[in-house]
């Protein structure tokens, strides 16, 4: 079976980073706490970008930006798709405009008549 993601508060992450910025080695701090040392990387990086606004949500953010990433890239796909397929369907339309009116006047058609 498949493990749930641990969850860390704020102030746990915030009371690594502070051991971190005092002196003690990332080897060091990432056994005590229990988490990889790339995490705590990450904490350290993003407290350092986002100040007092670093480790407000759940922990969801890099999820939901990606998938908000994806879903814009996939919008943005489509709406090139739609130009493309409207570019086509004006095109038939004009070849039918131009089949009409060429056709038009050297009917081919005969009456057949009992």
Known sequence: MGMNRRKFTREFKEAAVRRLELGASIAVV???CEVNPNVLHR???ELREFGGKAF???GRGRAEE??????ERKVGQQA????FLRGCLQHVEE???LQA????GSSTRTLKSK
């Open 95 to 97: 070849q039918r405009r």
């Open 56 to 58: 407000s949500g759940p």
């Open 101 to 104: 009116l060429t056709t038009r």
């Open 80 to 83: 090139v798709e739609i130009d």
């Open 43 to 45: 904490w350290r990086r």
């Open 66 to 71: 990606g998938r908000i990433i994806a879903l």
């Open 30 to 32: 990432a056994r005590v």
